[in-house]
Structure formats: structure tokens, C-alpha cells
């Protein structure tokens, strides 16, 4: 089955760090990786996808994403984080049950102090 | 959130009712879905639609209904056999392209609190 794990529930880190929020995947084929962000009480956000090439994937909003097959991992990275940038962000993969449908992680909530 | 509007923002159901909640795309998409999300479980897919007059189960779809008449609506009905349906939902749609790496776009999402 195709699924992402999200290890961690929330990351804190202070205003003008590095950031780095965790996920990995089990697919079968070809991955194709998302990053949403969700700020309170709105829809999602689309951030960057990966799909062939490149491992490094650049985004919206300054992010970015490696993908490491060898890890099957595709983390999201930002070099300076902003206070701004606080908000519960999805990793997500091409589900089996249908087309063109997502499987989400359970979700990281960033907490950005100033 | 882009194109796409989902109404009320806010809505209170007794036990028993149904309710329906609106979702509607400006975007051309072909692909429209519903989400639910409670918290610390990420989303759930609820029912999903790649074309006018056909759609399909999600992951979760007891309890709940769906229309697609027309391209740009996608009506999700939450009936009373839904035994605990407070939860936020959100309307989501894409273009329907060959190959399974088309992004999804969101509506503003739906609070539902049964009451």
C-alpha cells in the first residue's frame, strides 16, 4: 500500500533558524511526493511536489524539499524560518484506491517562536 | 484557496438531520473530492469524482452521500447514519491528467458540529 509517515507530531524551532520537517514513504513504482501546508481553520495549501529529476525540489514561500531514495525520505526544509511560517504541514503520495487521489500523513504542526 | 468555495463556513446539526454542504470550482477541474480531518489524524477521503455523473468511495464513505450533476459542483450530503460526523470537511479538485502527480487545490473547508 502507498503511505507516508509524518515521525513527528510537532517541530519547534526559533525565528531565523533552519527548519526541517520529517517524512518518509512506502510505494510501489515511481514516487510521487507533495507537500501541503494548512494554516488555522483554512483549506490546504499546495507547497511543491516531486516527480522526476532533480532530488532537490524547490517550493512556494522560500521552501524546500530533499528527496533521498535510499531513505525513503522526502523532508521539507526551509534555511530561515519565519514566525509566519507556523501552521501543521502534510506530506502526501499518489493513493492505490483511485486516480489522481492523495494519501495524507497525519500531519506536523511547526512552531515558530519569535 | 484558490477557485474554490465551500459554504457555510460554519454549521450546527441536531442529531438526526441530514446536512448538506456546498462545494463549488471555478478552476475547470474535472476531479473533485472530499476530505475530512479530525484532529491528529490527518485527511480521510470521504468520496471522490473524476467526472460529471460518476463518483466513488473513499476510505470512509459510511454514512455520507455525494452528487456530481454538473462539472463545477460537488454536494456532500452528511446523513444521521454518520455516528459522529463533528469534523472539519474540506472540498479539494484537480485537473484529471495521465500519470498521478496532479496537485490538488482546496476549498476553505466546512466545520461541522452536531449538537
Known amino acids: 500500500a502507498q503511505s507516508v509517515a509524518q515521525p513527528e507530531d510537532q517541530v519547534n524551532v526559533a525565528e531565523g533558524n533552519p527548519l526541517t520537517v520529517k517524512c518518509t514513504y512506502s510505494v510501489s513504482g515511481n514516487p510521487y511526493l507533495f507537500w501541503y501546508v494548512q494554516y488555522p481553520n483554512r483549506g490546504l495549501q499546495f507547497l511543491l511536489k516531486y516527480i522526476t529529476g532533480d532530488n532537490l525540489v524547490k517550493g512556494s514561500y522560500g521552501f524546500e524539499a530533499e528527496f533521498n531514495k535510499s531513505q525513503t525520505s522526502f523532508h521539507l526544509k526551509k534555511p530561515s524560518a519565519l514566525v509566519s511560517d507556523s501552521a501543521l504541514y502534510f506530506c502526501?503520495?499518489?493513493?492505490?484506491?483511485?486516480?489522481?487521489?492523495?494519501?495524507f500523513g497525519k500531519g506536523t504542526m511547526l512552531l515558530v517562536s519569535p | 484557496d484558490g477557485g474554490i468555495t465551500q459554504s457555510p463556513k460554519y454549521l450546527f446539526r441536531k442529531e438526526g438531520q441530514n446536512v448538506t454542504l456546498s462545494c463549488e470550482q471555478n478552476?475547470?477541474?474535472?476531479?473533485m473530492y472530499w476530505y475530512r480531518q479530525d484532529p491528529g489524524q490527518g485527511l480521510r477521503l470521504i468520496y471522490y469524482?473524476?467526472?460529471?455523473?460518476?463518483?466513488q468511495k473513499g476510505d470512509i464513505a459510511e454514512g455520507y452521500s455525494v452528487s456530481r450533476e454538473k462539472k463545477e459542483s460537488f454536494p456532500l450530503t452528511v446523513t444521521s447514519a454518520q455516528k459522529n460526523p463533528t469534523a472539519f470537511y474540506l472540498c479539494?479538485?484537480?485537473?484529471?491528467?495521465?500519470?498521478?502527480?496532479?496537485?490538488?487545490?482546496f476549498g476553505p473547508g466546512t466545520r461541522l458540529t452536531v449538537l
Open positions: 469524482s473524476q467526472i460529471v455523473n460518476d463518483f
Open positions: 479539494a479538485s484537480s485537473m484529471r491528467l495521465a500519470g498521478d502527480y496532479n496537485e490538488q487545490f
Open positions: 478552476l475547470n477541474h474535472d476531479a
Open positions: 502526501a503520495v499518489p493513493a492505490e484506491s483511485g486516480y489522481s487521489t492523495l494519501t
